[in-house]
């Protein structure tokens, strides 16, 4: 099983541009296997249909592979999240969060809250507005400007923290600054008093799935937030290698 996620793997990279197919010996140096290893693995993944095979003998991805990918990284966000989630709440000795964009809002889907917190219930299945919340910055982390702007074409930028963003080019200006910094940082956003910083997760495409966040009071987490903002995006890295392992779990 390992085998056949890895050759996947490469032929993810092989196929995302047209003519969307990868052949035999593209996928053998890809990898830097044997090419008759590689045909059989193919072969093997075809009669399961995860790829299918054209009349040349070429490869390319099937919707089933994406369907069962998605579902495989959906999976892991909720189990190996809480354990990075859990990892850096013990170290940080704050709130840890994990959350996703849904419309014009995220959603915490994981978290990690020490005994000492002062934060109060479960965020999980909560949904927040994503121009102020703790995961928008990052979950819109590599979207063009003219998808931020989708997100948020229906959104009243009000009734929020003091330090909200006040429209869309405002928020766009405060992306900016978090990519070139490496970390969002959310300073009474949302809420009076209340602080985080955030980094992006990336799926097996390498593309922005979820936000790791960690979150508590300002007075606490502002003087530290260069070493937060480290760890945050220590424990997101690490939490999108787990999701792009083929071998991971298996």
Request: charged share 25%; hydrophobic share 40%.
């Amino acid at each position: 099983m390992g085998r056949g996620f890895a050759v996947v793997s490469a032929m993810v990279e092989l196929t995302t541009d047209a003519p969307h197919r990868a052949t035999v010996a593209e996928v053998a140096d890809k990898l830097g296997r044997d090419r008759s290893q590689v045909s059989r693995t193919l072969k093997a993944l075809a009669d399961e249909g995860l790829i299918t095979r054209d009349p040349d003998l070429a490869y390319r991805l099937s919707w089933d592979w994406y369907a069962t990918a998605q579902e495989l990284t959906k999976c892991r966000l909720l189990t190996d999240g809480l354990t990075v989630l859990d990892t850096l709440s013990s170290q940080t000795g704050e709130a840890c969060f994990l959350g996703q964009l849904a419309g014009n809002s995220t959603v915490t889907i994981a978290e990690s809250i020490p005994s000492p917190s002062t934060l109060i219930g479960s965020w999980i299945g909560r949904a927040y507005p994503a121009f102020c919340s703790d995961a928008g910055q990052a979950t819109l982390w590599d979207a063009a400007e003219d998808e931020v702007r989708a997100v948020f074409a229906a959104t009243e930028f009000g009734n929020a923290g003091p330090n909200a963003p006040t429209s869309v080019d405002d928020f766009l200006h405060r992306l900016a600054a978090a990519r070139r910094r490496g970390y969002a940082i959310v300073d009474q956003e949302a809420e009076v008093e209340l602080f985080s910083v955030s980094a992006p997760v990336r799926d097996f495409r390498c593309e922005v799935v979820a936000a790791v966040q960690i979150v508590g009071e300002r007075k606490l987490l502002k003087p530290r937030v260069a070493r937060l903002g480290k760890q945050c995006v220590e424990a997101a890295d690490a939490l999108s290698r787990l999701l792009a392992d083929p071998h991971h779990g298996r």
